[in-house]
């Protein structure tokens, strides 16, 4: 057991260096994880023993719930709601028209039997979140046109459609009687939301209103219903992964207390969810098989990249007259990850009758896909001119954190002000703050206690930022030629006792507003309340 713990740390560390390197080496960090699970394997260097799929998949399942639930409670819904439409649709339509067209593909082509090519097509169909969150965030790809979010919610809700046709893949497969499958679709969709939606009430009633969970102790309570949520879901024939997807969301978008705990523990939940899929994934490889199904792979790859996929996206996306090369980038970006191949292991624990090497088929097809299409996606984003160098992808996350601005305050001293002609040190500053230059004319002065104030003298001072509470904060609005505060002065507004409007954002200015300020198109106003 000693040694065990010990090559556990060392994984641990050698994924967590692979992670900081990852840059370097021009690939995800989820492809290092895979390469260092396959160095461990059966035909890496250490030559770890292992091919339990069935262990494999209740691992997997677990870390996957993880990944799922902190996708949901980490997509900010305010930044994702003008394109969540287009998001479902992909999600559920998108994921069947893949599924069926690669189906297709491998019975007509390929030559699969009917319920193998179906089985494939349904385990291959989805988009990885944890592969599109990592990409989104570690080359920080500020997209136009709300794309990043569309991808985060796309990524982040196909999984359970994915996974519905994958059950009824396993059943084709192994022969079993279809007249189940109407309502065990049923189940899936009714059950799996409406277990999500009543956890989520009752976490967001006792994190709200009573004080049953003390301090400390909300991570745990959340970590409690989240495997409730799987346990629960799938013993009555629901959706889990819909179910915790629906928690997250519910919950991330709810005004609970301690947020600034929650999402660093989940953070790192989900960073340890994902070494363990994809070190376990690599773990479970065999390498010398690769030969045997490379073609096969990297035709269905091909496949689904270039006709597949973009297909599907125009089916879905043109009718909301979104343009070619946002469909292009929306195509290019839906790469295949550790969802497919987990769901793969499902259907090598679960079927029985499978002639293809279904598995490394899937990981061949995965791991081509994160490597090109991931390690290209920033290279792509910028050919197609989608890159929104204006933007912040982190503000589509919970997780993001408005930095201020403002900790310097300037402050002018006109004749006859109280501190005219006295010295720093003879003045009384507010709490905390300290005193770092004076502008006086054409002249920079560094501040010391002896220095004195004068008239008209600009004296900079440090002031401590605040943080504000979970219900209260920052929150950006752009003033479009359309916008009723347009042309108007902020007095005749009529805002709320609890808003204030902070600063104004005009072009390279940042404004601090009076009541006496015209708001004007182009604007970006920093409200707070």
Known sequence: MVVELMLIALILVLCIIADKFSGKFGMPALILFIGIGMLFGSDGIVKIPFDNFAVTEQICTIALGFIMFYGGFNTKWKAAKPVAVKSLLLSTAGVFLTGFLTMAFCCVVLKFRFAEGFLLGAVISCTDAASVFSILRKKKLNLKDGVASLLEIESGSNDPTAYMLTVIGISLVNGENLSTVPYAIFAQIVYGVAIGVVLAVFGIWVLTKTRVVTNGMYTVFILALVLFGMGFSSLVGGNAFLSIYLLGILMGNSSIRNKKEIIPFFDGVTGLSQIVIFFLLGLLSFPHKFPYIMGTAIVIALFIL?????????????????????????????????????????????????????????????????AVQGTLLPYVSRKLDMIDD?????????????????????????????????????????????????????????????????????????????????????????????????????????????????????????IIPDGKTFIEPEDVVVLYK
Request: hydrophobic fraction near 45%; include cysteine; proline fraction near 4%.
């Open 306 to 370: 270039l006709i597949a996929r973009p297909l599907t996206v125009l089916l879905i996306l043109k009718p909301f007259h979104c343009s070619l090369n946002q469909c292009l980038l929306v195509s290019w970006a839906g790469l295949r990850g550790a969802s497919s191949i987990v769901f793969s292991i499902f259907a090598m624990a679960a079927g029985n009758d499978i002639s293809r090497d279904l598995f490394h088929i899937v990981f061949m097809i995965s791991l081509l896909s994160v």
């Open 390 to 510: 204006k933007a912040d992808v982190q503000k589509t996350f919970n997780d993001y954190q408005e930095e201020s601005a403002i900790t310097l305050m300037r402050m002018y001293i006109p004749k006859g002000h109280n501190w005219e002609n006295k010295h720093i040190s003879e003045v009384h500053m507010p709490t905390g703050a300290l005193a770092l230059m004076i502008k006086r004319d054409d002249e920079t002065i560094i501040t010391r206690g002896n220095t004195q104030i004068l008239a008209g003298d600009s004296l900079i001072l440090s002031v401590p930022t605040y943080n504000p509470d979970d219900d209260e904060g920052l929150e950006e609005i752009f003033i479009d030629k359309n916008h009723p505060w347009g042309n108007q002065r902020i007095e005749d507004l009529n805002l709320p006792e609890n808003v204030l409007i902070a600063l104004i954002k005009r072009n390279e200015r940042n």
